[in-house]
């Protein structure tokens, strides 16, 4: 069971909006930055989202990411079959010294 | 371009061993520090090491403590992962993942190579 919680599966119709949630604690989230990848089955992770809400170069603009207290969103607006697959949020905690992953969530457009 | 190979996956016998490799390029290896991220079949993410920048820190997973050995050679722009005592537990996709930050770790990982399959089965 992970430590960060995560719904195991949201969907949405095509160029409609989702969001998915990752709860924490305050030795985790509540005190370290979080990341969201995206794994398509077959294919490495890729990072999305880091510092909470900063984009790579490359990720578009419909993939948003917040944090709130012990908490956090990962938004994408305008959704594309293409982005079916698999996310995952991931932080730093305090007190295990260890990188925590969600359980991930699967996409379905 | 950052490029991230990783090698030495197999299939091993329960209680046997095995040494992992992750060769990079497109980047100042030794300025970064690496982690193992492992995804068993049907099951999600799991963080499983971290060695730093240069080499002084890990860390690892309880699951692995004691098991697992990671280690740098800065020099050949390389990682190693030496597993011990593998159990059916350990059966999974092992990749190296680059942190994102320099000369520290934060635990995000902006560079991820493609994998390498260990499965532990007698």
């Known amino acids: 069971q992970s430590v960060l919680t995560q719904p195991p599966s949201v969907s949405a119709a095509p160029g409609q909006r989702v969001t998915i949630s990752c709860s924490g604690s305050?030795?985790?989230?509540?005190?370290?930055?979080v990341s969201w990848y995206q794994q398509v089955p077959g294919t490495a992770p890729k990072l999305l989202i880091y510092?909470?809400?900063k984009r790579p170069l490359g990720i578009p603009d419909r993939f948003s990411g917040s944090k709130y207290g012990t908490s956090a969103t990962l938004a994408i607006t305008g959704l594309q079959t293409g982005d079916e697959a698999d996310y995952y949020c991931g932080t730093w905690d305090s007190n295990l010294s260890a990188v925590l992953f969600g359980g991930g969530t699967k996409l379905t457009v | 371009e950052v490029h991230l190979v990783e090698s030495g996956g197999a299939v091993v016998q329960p209680g046997g061993s095995l040494r992992l490799s992750c060769a990079a390029s497109?980047?100042?290896?030794?300025?970064?520090?690496i982690h193992w991220v492992r995804r068993p079949p049907g099951k999600g993410l799991e963080w499983v090491s971290l060695i730093s920048w240069f080499g002084e820190t890990t860390y690892y997973a309880d699951s692995v403590k004691g098991r697992f050995t990671v280690s740098r050679d800065n020099t050949k722009s390389s990682l190693f992962l030496q597993m011990t005592g593998l159990t059916t537990d350990d059966t999974a996709f092992y990749y190296c993942?680059?942190?994102?930050?320099?000369?520290?770790?934060?635990?995000?990982?902006?560079?991820w190579g493609q994998g390498t399959l260990v499965t532990v089965s007698s």
């Open positions: 993942a680059k942190d994102t930050f320099y000369r520290g770790f934060i635990g995000q990982f902006d560079s």
């Open positions: 510092d909470n809400d």
């Open positions: 497109g980047f100042t290896f030794g300025d970064f520090a």
């Open positions: 305050s030795s985790n989230i509540g005190r370290n930055f």
